[in-house]
């Protein structure tokens, strides 16, 4: 049962990945929460249903505002430790990665850096050096980062602000599908 699940989840994630056909390798990454339709009371105390939102994070290029990935979790995991992973996944294919600074990590940093990946990530200021770190950033690149929720806005004013779906596995399907969505919708809208 796992191996197929995982089966399907390559496979849909390689439908969002090939519905962003134009990418120029400068990504944004930020996350937002959906809703989880809200069940019944019966069917929340049954099955333990506590959680009303699901944190998903995105993937977009800044130039053509393609989702080239998405990461989801009901867990209040810090974008800190979701950022590496969906970057580590994209790392062939990106240039430049910006995102506020709720991903400022070294080791983040670190990793990005070693695969050829520039972070467009401002520091946190701890200390002078930091101030001189943020100087020195590219600053349009770096403001492009507003594209991710750009993305998300359309995704809900379009196709919903909330999951439908009651278990996460199929929250996160749901997720990838809206993203897919957005992806054709814009391919046809913007040829």
Same mark, same amino acid.
């Given at each position: &049962?796992?191996?197929?699940?995982? #089966?399907?989840?390559?496979?849909?994630?390689?439908?969002?990945?090939?519905? /962003?056909? @134009?990418?120029?390798?400068?990504? $944004?990454?930020?996350?937002?929460?959906?809703?989880?339709?809200?069940?019944?009371?019966?069917?929340?105390?049954?099955?333990?249903?506590?959680?009303?939102?699901?944190?998903?994070?995105?993937?977009?290029?800044?130039?053509?505002?393609?989702?080239?990935?998405?990461?989801?979790?009901?867990?209040? @995991?810090?974008? $800190?430790?979701?950022?590496?992973?969906? $970057?580590?996944?994209?790392?062939?294919? %990106?240039?430049?990665?910006?995102?506020?600074? #709720?991903?400022?990590?070294? /080791?983040?940093?670190?990793? %990005?850096?070693?695969?050829? *990946?520039?972070?467009?990530?401002?520091?946190?200021? &701890?200390?002078?050096?930091?101030?001189?770190?943020?100087?020195? &950033?590219?600053?349009?690149?770096?403001?492009?980062?507003? &594209?991710?929720?750009? *993305?998300?806005?359309?995704?809900?004013?379009? !196709? #919903?602000?909330?999951?439908?779906?009651?278990?996460?596995?199929?929250?996160?399907?749901?997720? !990838?599908?809206?993203?897919?969505?957005?992806?054709?919708?814009?391919?046809?809208?913007?040829?």
């Amino acid at each position: &049962m796992a191996s197929s699940l995982h #089966g399907f989840t390559q496979l849909v994630r390689a439908n969002l990945h090939a519905s /962003a056909e @134009k990418r120029t390798g400068h990504a $944004a990454i930020d996350s937002t929460g959906f809703d989880r339709d809200q069940p019944s009371r019966h069917y929340a105390n049954r099955t333990n249903y506590r959680v009303r939102a699901l944190k998903v994070t995105a993937l977009v290029d800044v130039e053509t505002l393609y989702i080239t990935d998405i990461h989801s979790t009901t867990s209040k @995991k810090h974008d $800190a430790k979701i950022g590496p992973q969906v $970057a580590r996944r994209n790392a062939d294919d %990106l240039r430049s990665l910006a995102a506020d600074r #709720g991903y400022d990590a070294k /080791a983040f940093r670190k990793e %990005l850096r070693k695969n050829g *990946v520039r972070p467009l990530i401002k520091h946190r200021i &701890m200390n002078p050096l930091d101030h001189a770190h943020n100087a020195r &950033m590219d600053s349009d690149r770096h403001h492009q980062r507003s &594209m991710s929720a750009t *993305v998300f806005s359309s995704i809900k004013r379009t !196709l #919903g602000a909330a999951v439908r779906a009651r278990s996460w596995w199929l929250e996160f399907r749901e997720m !990838l599908l809206k993203a897919t969505v957005y992806n054709l919708r814009r391919s046809v809208r913007y040829p």
